[in-house]
């Protein structure tokens, strides 16, 4: 079984500072020490996972493809310091318009690359800047990890790494 690292997008893979929705390419940012951080969990063997609620598609604000773009640029990005994720999971919901079962907190997505994956919940981790993401991380039996808006993630990274997580950082 594999070791993954689950990462919320917005705020925490790259600023959203300034705006609600990012949705744009010219909006788009990678955080200081995304690059580093992302490249230590690989080189450690953790498989490297996107999830994001964006309810601005249901909105209405922007759309399916807008995020499409998004993704692949983030992935183009990455890649271009072989970085490389899993894949990128995405709700486009908003409880607001209508319900599913994929928007977090739900597990839903963290299940689904378990399968897909062979994962081992008990040796991943979730690394989110929102309650949300934490009641996420919980629902899966992942370890939760919650940053600071915008936070150099590389100190986490290393505890991570270093399995020197004690279960106090959520």
Do not use: W
């Given at each position: 079984?594999?070791?993954?690292?689950?990462?919320?997008?917005?705020?925490?893979?790259?600023?959203?500072?300034?705006?609600?929705?990012?949705?744009?390419?010219?909006?788009?940012?990678?955080?200081?020490?995304?690059?580093?951080?992302?490249g230590l969990l690989l080189t450690n063997n953790f498989l490297l996972f996107v999830i994001t609620n964006q309810g601005?598609?249901?909105?209405?604000?922007?759309?399916?493809?807008?995020?499409?773009?998004?993704?692949?640029?983030?992935?183009?990005?990455?890649?271009?310091?072989?970085?490389?994720?899993?894949?990128?999971?995405?709700?486009?919901?908003?409880?607001?318009?209508?319900?599913?079962?994929?928007?977090?907190?739900?597990?839903?997505?963290?299940?689904?690359?378990?399968?897909?994956?062979?994962?081992?919940?008990?040796?991943?981790?979730?690394?989110?800047?929102?309650?949300?993401?934490?009641?996420?991380?919980?629902?899966?039996?992942?370890?939760?990890?919650?940053?600071?808006?915008?936070?150099?993630?590389?100190?986490?990274?290393?505890?991570?790494?270093?399995?020197s997580f004690d279960g106090k950082l959520y």
């Amino acid at each position: 079984m594999k070791k993954a690292v689950f990462l919320d997008r917005d705020g925490v893979i790259n600023s959203d500072e300034g705006h609600y929705y990012i949705y744009k390419i010219e909006d788009f940012k990678l955080n200081t020490g995304i690059v580093q951080g992302l490249g230590l969990l690989l080189t450690n063997n953790f498989l490297l996972f996107v999830i994001t609620n964006q309810g601005g598609v249901a909105k209405g604000i922007y759309t399916k493809n807008d995020i499409n773009k998004i993704h692949l640029y983030l992935k183009k990005k990455l890649a271009e310091y072989q970085i490389f994720i899993t894949e990128i999971y995405c709700c486009p919901h908003h409880e607001s318009v209508s319900k599913c079962k994929c928007r977090k907190p739900s597990p839903y997505f963290i299940e689904k690359a378990k399968e897909k994956y062979d994962l081992n919940l008990h040796q991943s981790f979730f690394i989110g800047n929102s309650e949300t993401d934490m009641l996420t991380a919980k629902a899966a039996g992942v370890k939760g990890i919650k940053i600071k808006d915008n936070e150099n993630i590389i100190p986490y990274c290393k505890i991570i790494i270093n399995d020197s997580f004690d279960g106090k950082l959520y």
